[in-house]
């Protein structure tokens, strides 16, 4: 379901409650420019929608999605695009100089004396069209780099409570394990040498938001010498033995 015009997060939440309880089915709750700071890609109207990355938790609480829109339009006056440039990212650019309407792209210093091509969008402000066509990538990347420093800025993480490894050939001495080179106390574990299987139980175990962008549990094994196990994590909670 998707709403041009939500004022706040708790209008979001009023109208998928609202949708939800007259049976409607739906998973994917969308959300237009309106989360964003005055209109620009890759901010959080903190004021208004503050509550958005805990509300996109509870959305997948549900087993259900939050998607934000992301309009290929970049206001030229604030530091994604800034760091666009800095990356190497391309725009759309006027074909010669000679075209370029230099009273715009004179208002604001990153684009004056540029042959960039400004549009007018949702921003107050003039805005730069990314080239997807960059032979070098550089604009993919910076493209991906944005996404990535805006989801991990504003969302909050779940903890990790429980951890379960299966084809586990060794007996765990959970009473030596290391969270990141640190003694950690396990409440509760469980292994079994017949199905190999070693579970390891603790409230908030891993905390998401400060053990990243990675995570490393170690412990030592009965009856090896100088062995020691472990799995590496990362932010998702995804982990490798």
């Known amino acids: 379901i998707c709403k ?35 209109s620009k890609d890759f901010t959080l109207n903190k004021t208004s929608f503050g509550g958005l990355p805990a509300y996109a938790d509870y959305l997948h609480s549900q087993n259900m999605k939050l998607i934000v829109i992301v309009d290929p339009g970049i206001a030229v006056d604030y530091e994604v695009f800034e760091r666009g440039l800095q990356q190497g990212a391309s725009f759309i650019e006027w074909a010669s100089s000679e075209l370029v309407p230099n009273d715009v792209n004179g ?7 540029t042959n960039l091509m400004l549009g007018a969008v949702w921003p107050l402000v003039h805005v730069a069209f990314p080239d997807f066509l960059d032979p070098t990538g550089n604009t993919t990347k910076w493209w991906i780099n944005e996404f990535t420093a805006f ?7 779940p903890t990790l409570d429980n951890i379960e490894i299966f084809g586990y050939a060794y007996s765990p001495n959970i009473a ?23 579970n390891i139980s603790s409230p908030a175990l891993i905390d998401l938001n ?9 412990w030592n094994n009965v009856g090896v010498a100088n062995e020691k196990d472990g799995i590496v994590g990362d932010k998702t909670g995804n982990a490798d033995s």
């Open 151 to 157: 989801h991990q800025q504003n969302l909050i993480l």
């Open 176 to 198: 030596t394990a290391k969270l990141n080179g640190n003694p950690v106390q396990i409440l509760s574990s469980s292994y079994s040498p017949f199905t190999q299987v070693l």
């Open 4 to 38: 041009f015009g939500y004022l706040s997060t708790s209008e979001v939440e009023t109208v998928v409650n609202r949708t939800v309880s007259n049976g409607i089915p739906f998973d994917v709750a969308w959300v237009d420019i309106n989360y964003a700071n005055g």
């Open 107 to 113: 208002k604001y210093p990153l684009t004056n004396n």
């Open 210 to 218: 400060k053990n990243r962008p990675n995570w490393i549990l170690t």
